[in-house]
């Protein structure tokens, strides 16, 4: 083996649970507890390299049957390691419970197991190079990512629990309330709701006591395909001027071109644009004005700079998606960030919503003027808390979640409900 190459010693996932809020959403209501992966990639001389990925029970598995396999590849050699990780899993095709994200095909899967290694495998580079993981992204363009509130309806309390910190919000004053909250404590200029949870009438209503209360701040709204193509013109009607853009109204490509093309309100997604063969599609439709891309199912951070590529050839905007997460997902998201020229809207994080059980050594990481500063040191620029990190995983062994069911859960407290879409 030549000495210039560096390869991979070990491999080690760590599935993690951390506490969630019963956020709703169009397909019902979060669980108390959200799961995660940990990925370490070691390399001989002690080095280690983070990543965050998604918890369920079938990605998990996918990842223990590609980790062995990249044991002993050069971590530069990235190329090889997507090639790798296709050939381990050959047809297999998972689901996908993570974040709304529609249908994915054999591609997709790669991208999702891939992207999990990556980014530990670019963070182990970066600390070789001694440079952080945006400058092997084609360097910085900004030294400060900014994010949005990122606003859910929700109840007070799972059910049989005592209140939580963030309180109820199920109507406008409750959302308001909200986003007073989030924006005192982390300087937010950017507000999302995520809408498709009450008829539109109830969430316009919201969106419009947003607009009075911050009348400088941008605003979104995002139901999550909950609405008809009648029901997504008619809200965007009564939002032109109001909102920054409208992400996912209606299901599918097809719906989405209809409405794009009688309003003009950008339309964002992140449900139907989720993998590489969706853009053609999607651009001569006219489907979409700004697609949110998520570095967990676009391939990693490498494959997602490729994919701003694309959008700047078509003319599409850029911001990205989230679901619930921790700080090794929140940095990697925004080195990628700092590094994408054309990433011109605000990101989503749902870091506030679950900062508190933060595994990175020094605590949650810190939003300035609604912020993250960008990572100067090399690769990532955080490294674990073991004690935060065992106590994440053994949450994670007691809490008995393996898959994410948004609409099992509201089901159990409203048997009536079908999480069907769309809904209005």
Known sequence: MSSARTPIREIVLTPIAFRDPPLLNAVGLHEPWALRTIVEIRIDDGLIGLGETYGDQGHLARLHQAAP??????????????????????????????????????????????????????????????????????????????????????????????????????????????????????????????????????????????????????????????????????VARELDGVIEYLEDPTPGIDGMGQVATRTPIPLATNMCVVAYDHIAPAVERKAIGVLLGDHHYWGGLTRSRQLALLCETFGIGMSMHSNSHLGISLVAMTHLAAATPNLGYACDTHYPWNSADEIVAGGALKFVDGALPVPTSPGL???????????????????????????????????EYSGKLPRW
């Open 381 to 415: 620029g955080v490294t674990l808390d073991r004690d935060a990190l065992a106590r994440a995983h053994e949450r994670y062994q007691r809490c008995g979640i393996r898959v994410r069911d948004d609409t099992g859960y509201l089901q159990r407290f409203r048997p």
């Open 69 to 234: 396999a990249l044991v002993g590849l050069d971590v530069f050699a990235l190329n090889d390691a997507r090639a790798c990780v296709a050939r381990v899993l050959g047809g297999a095709i998972g689901d996908d419970r993570h974040g709304l994200t529609g249908q994915i095909n054999l591609s997709g899967t790669v991208d999702r197991v891939f992207a999990s290694f990556e980014v530990a495998l670019l963070d182990l580079q970066g600390q070789l190079l001694r440079r952080p993981v945006s400058d092997l992204l084609g360097g910085a363009v900004r030294d400060r990512v900014p994010y949005s509130a990122y606003l859910f309806y929700k109840w007070a309390a799972h059910p049989g629990e005592a209140p939580d910190r963030f309180g109820e919000a199920l109507d406008p004053e409750g959302i308001v309330e909200q986003a007073r909250s989030f924006i005192a404590a982390h300087g937010f200029s950017a507000i999302k709701l995520k809408g498709g949870v009450f008829p539109p009438e109830q969430e316009v209503a919201a969106m419009r006591a947003l607009r009075e209360a911050f009348p400088k701040h941008v605003l979104r709204i995002d139901p999550n395909a909950a609405w008809t193509v009648e029901t997504s013109l008619r």
